[in-house]
């Protein structure tokens, strides 16, 4: 059997008063582009986080490439939710994307006139090379977002993770990160994207994992993306959801 | 003594009440902040007069109180600069400021200086009775308005955008709330000190916080804490030697914090704890059969393709 | 001599103040540096008390444990679902209140005036020298000092990428695999050290605001933060050469009067500054006014 870029086993995890995620279980194929759906308050950022380790898990494994994240740290490339920063931090855009590069120096190290290289590069990747001097409260919304995404590449991991790199972004980011992310795929690379707009699911990734607390289904877009799957995560929430869902099992 | 004692008592209880808000508005370490600033204050209202009178240490402390608040809103309305440094900013600076004139004061050896430094630690026992009264009647007073305008003040607490829509004077009402907060400080400075006096604002309003969900109980149990803290505070240091009043004024009302914080229902360590384990042990008896009905569904079909 | 003595004392904790005082203004943490300045004192008067002299490793040792049990309490209050500022207030007044009654109930034990505990004896720091072979190596203060000064440096300078991701991208640090914990005790271990070595001279207020203002009025200045500590410690110095003169020209406190003339520059730098003061930012908004309206 294949090693999975991340395996989930069980994975329950608890705030103060009640459980956010319940016995969770999945394991996601290598090179593919998978989308998290969830409605809000369903543990997507929370799923994110566990799985790094960033908030204690009541119980379950995790192993990322078979082994644990402790130890493939520097295969896993991590892009947080854009406000879970102070933008007004004295730095500039390619100081941030230069950070990337921090696990790989240990603990010594001072980046170097390589590590300036590889920022610049990536940088370049996603269109910001011009604004390397920028300080980064100057930056738009989804300028940010790609400087983000410079600093994932730059930690140049095997999979990815990204927390709604969708949310509030230009139309220019938007087609900036799309292309990334299937440049990313090409080079056999795995990304996990938490996601809030149904409407593009299809045409961006080609595995789901439908969340609710607990795992609703999970697996390639055309099968699990169906009404009948996206009723029981989002509940009679929302209406236009049948739109989606007819379409799709439509296609099928 | 009995006058002082039921001048502490009053004076607890207004803390209590006036901190109450405080706290809910997020606001706690305003009063920290107004404790310092009002020295520049209270110095030159002693410059200008050369007497020591509570009452125009009073208006000093007021005006120096209202010129830091406006410092606070201005740096961090203005500039990059948030509110956390804004309050240090001011405190500090405020502080120094005061402590220069004070400084000056005794330096030109005016006579009637030596009450200023008592205001640094507080010393309840040395108040002078016309002191007592004052510090009992403004206290009073405060938790009088407290009452008249507690749903008022609770609407603004919780949600002064819709208090502003239900056509409330918010601004009016949020001035007076601080100008009630410094009054609370500036009397309250006298018993417990310039660095101490934060605690009365704000250690009574957080414990009873943990002992119910509604805010007049709240408001009450503050009052009530507070009064008790001051009580226990000015009987212990007038019977033993050498043990200043404020300290153990607060020092009495964080340990109610610490009983609070333990034992009280629901929110309490104890209960907490006790719940803790009931879920856990739940969450594990459920997990069994979810793992076995996802396992038959096949998660990882995703992979087996 | 007594000049010098003074301002390089000044100088020395401004500096120490100043590098750590814009990591925790960047973290918004400047209050817990508040609380920790306060709520060291029982950690000192329980030195005292041991040792029944000023010996100051003693000192030191005891200000470091309870600056750490301060940011540990706040934290645990903090996690236990309490705001913030509510939990900095509850912990540093109850250990200050401590510490206050230690003091006053052995007072004949302890050489330690209150009021020198908020304002510092920075004008008496001459008197008490370091004796070495019967040489005279000047002020033990300034050696303390100076000796917490190179500690901060070396820890700074060597876990600078550190220190800078934990304050800029917690999450992204932590998933680093940098021990963000460990970096955040350390942080507050040297915000507590630099309290207590200051202490003695200049007094706990004196601590606050130099830890806070020098850093804001940096922060305003620059956007770039090896600039922006660098600007601190120059601020911090500056305040404590002038405040020196203009203490001894009005007769008042060294210390109250350093931390004026820091507020002071604050303020100049708030109005005036060419990246971010008021007046920059107005001039914007009145251009963009104008823009709109043409």
């Given at each position: 059997m294949e090693t999975y870029p991340l395996e989930v086993e069980r994975l329950t995890v608890a705030y103060q008063k009640k459980p956010v995620l319940r016995s969770v279980s999945f394991g996601i194929p290598s090179g593919k582009l998978i989308g998290v759906l969830g409605p809000n308050g369903a543990g997507k950022s929370t799923l994110l986080k566990a799985v790094l380790g960033l908030i204690p898990k009541v119980e379950g494994n995790v192993s990322i490439y078979g082994r644990p994240y402790q130890e493939q740290r520097k295969i896993v490339g991590y892009v947080p939710q854009r406000e879970s920063v102070d933008w007004d931090f004295p730095t500039n855009a390619l100081d941030v994307v230069m950070m990337g590069r921090y696990g790989h120096l240990g603990w010594f190290r001072r980046p170097g006139s390589k590590e300036r290289e590889i920022a610049m590069e990536c940088l370049t990747k996603v269109g910001m090379a011009d604004y390397a001097g920028r300080q980064i409260s100057q930056l738009s919304g989804g300028q940010q977002q790609r400087v983000f995404l410079a600093r994932a590449l730059a930690q140049n991991a095997q999979l990815y993770f990204m927390d709604e790199p969708f949310a509030g972004v230009d139309a220019t980011t938007e087609k900036a990160i799309i292309s990334l992310l299937h440049d990313l795929k090409e080079q056999g690379k795995t990304v996990l994207v938490v996601h809030h707009d149904l409407s593009t699911v299809k045409e961006y990734f080609d595995h789901v994992l439908l969340l609710?607390?607990?795992?609703v289904a999970a697996g390639p877009t055309e099968d699990t993306f169906t009404s009948d799957n996206l009723q029981k995560t989002y509940g009679g929430r929302i209406a236009m959801l049948q739109d989606f869902g007819a379409a799709t099992v439509g296609t099928v | 003594m009995q006058w002082i004692l039921m001048g502490s008592l009053l004076l607890g209880l207004g803390s209590g009440v006036i901190g109450s808000f405080t706290f809910l508005r997020k606001q706690s370490l305003l009063g920290d902040a107004l404790a310092h600033a009002a020295l520049p204050g209270i110095c030159i209202a002693f410059m200008l007069s050369g007497v020591k009178s509570v009452g125009l240490f009073m208006i000093g402390a007021i005006i120096s109180g209202a010129l830091a608040t406006f410092g606070i809103h201005a740096i961090t309305r203005y500039s990059r600069i948030k509110q956390d440094a804004a309050l240090g900013i001011v405190l500090s600076v405020f502080f120094g400021a005061g402590v220069v004139m004070m400084t000056k004061i005794q330096h030109s050896g005016n006579g009637n200086q030596s009450g200023l430094d008592k205001y640094m630690f507080g010393q309840a026992a040395s108040m002078v009775m016309t002191d007592v009264y004052l510090m009992g009647i403004v206290s009073l007073i405060l938790v009088i308005v407290c009452a008249l305008l507690f749903k008022e003040f609770k609407l603004i607490s919780f949600d002064p955008g819709f208090a502003r829509g239900m056509g409330m004077k918010v601004a009016l009402l949020e001035q007076l709330m601080l100008l009630m907060t410094v009054v609370a400080v500036v009397v309250g400075i006298q018993a417990v000190g310039v660095v101490l006096v934060a605690a009365l604002l704000i250690t009574p309003a957080v414990a009873a916080r943990y002992w119910t969900d509604s805010l007049g109980i709240m408001v009450i149990m503050a009052g009530v804490f507070g009064a008790l803290s001051g009580v226990t505070g000015t009987l212990i240091s007038g019977t033993v030697s050498n043990l200043p009043t404020g300290p153990v004024t607060v020092l009495a009302a964080t340990l109610l914090f610490l009983v609070s914080v333990t034992f009280a229902p629901n929110r309490g360590l104890l209960a907490k704890w006790i719940r803790r384990l009931r879920t856990r042990n739940e969450l594990r008896g459920k997990m069994e059969m979810v793992v076995i009905h996802q396992s038959t569904q096949g998660v990882e079909r995703g992979a087996e393709q | 001599m007594t000049d010098f003595w003074i301002i390089l004392t000044g100088t020395l904790v401004a500096a120490s103040c100043g590098v750590l005082g814009c990591f925790l203004v960047l973290r918004k943490m400047a209050m817990v540096g508040d609380a920790i300045s306060h709520s060291v004192l029982p950690g000192i008067a329980i030195a005292f008390l041991i040792s029944s002299s000023r010996d100051s490793l003693l000192m030191l040792i005891g200000a470091a444990v309870f600056g750490l049990i301060t940011v540990f309490l706040i934290q645990a209050l903090q996690q236990g679902g309490l705001q913030s500022d509510a939990s900095i207030g509850i912990v540093f007044t109850a250990l200050f209140a401590i510490g206050v009654i230690l003091i006053s109930r052995n007072a004949a034990n302890i050489d330690l005036d209150l009021d020198c505990v908020l304002f510092g004896e920075i004008a008496y720091v001459q008197w008490d020298t370091l004796i070495w072979n019967g040489y005279d190596l000047g002020p033990i203060a300034v050696w303390m000092l100076g000796g917490t000064f190179l500690i901060i440096l070396a820890a700074i300078g060597l876990f600078y990428k550190q220190f800078k991701l934990c304050a800029f991208d917690p999450a992204l640090a932590a998933a680093l695999g940098i021990p963000v914990a460990l970096f955040h005790y350390l942080l507050m271990g040297l915000v507590s050290l630099s309290t207590v070595a200051s202490f003695e001279s200049v007094g706990a207020i004196l601590v606050v605001g130099m830890l806070i203002v020098p850093a804001s009025t940096a922060y305003l200045l620059t956007d770039r933060l090896s600039v922006m500590l660098l600007y601190s410690i120059l601020i911090g110095a500056i305040s404590s050469a002038a405040g020196y003169y203009v203490a001894k020209w009005l007769d008042a406190s060294i210390a109250g009067s350093m931390i004026s003339v820091a507020g002071l520059l604050f303020l100049l730098a708030f109005l005036?500054?060419?990246?971010?003061?008021l007046i920059v930012r107005m001039r914007k908004r009145g251009r963009l006014k104008t823009v709109e309206a043409s």
């Open positions: 609710n607390g607990e795992l | - | 005036f500054s060419p990246l971010h003061g």
